[in-house]
């Protein structure tokens, strides 16, 4: 993922991030990712949030800022590079939580 990519999340990994604090060591990454903003309620609207990384203690050690696009039936996210290199986005079923790695990104749809 280099710059920023438009970025849709499915299959049995998880169809959006994961908008509760993840525990470190998660998701096949020390850093864990996950949505602390407000999901877009607005069919094509789109939001920018915060995505908070878990670590040690802390479960926002590090951020960055992503927007998200509500599609009617899924969301899509622009993401950017986590900030260090051990971090992983963790993505998630609503009401049916899996741990997942930002490998799974690349099996989900692209618009860029």
Do not use: H
Not at 20 to 40: D, E, H, I
Not at 46 to 61: A, E, H, K, M, Y
Not at 85 to 96: E, F, K, L, V
Request: hydrophobic fraction near 25%; charge should be negative.
């Amino acid at each position: 993922m280099s710059g920023s990519d438009w970025i849709r999340f499915t299959g049995a990994s998880g169809t959006q991030l994961s908008t509760t604090p993840t525990s470190p060591n998660q998701c096949g990454a020390q850093v864990t990712g996950w949505y602390s903003g407000r999901m877009p309620d607005v069919s094509e609207t789109i939001t920018d949030g915060r995505v908070c990384f878990s670590w040690l203690d802390n479960p926002c050690q590090l951020s960055n800022t992503i927007g998200v696009t509500n599609c009617g039936s899924f969301y899509i996210y622009k993401l950017t590079m986590p900030p260090a290199c051990p971090a992983r986005y963790c993505t998630d079923t609503p009401n049916y939580p899996t741990e997942t790695s930002t490998s799974n990104v690349f099996k989900g749809e692209s618009f860029s």
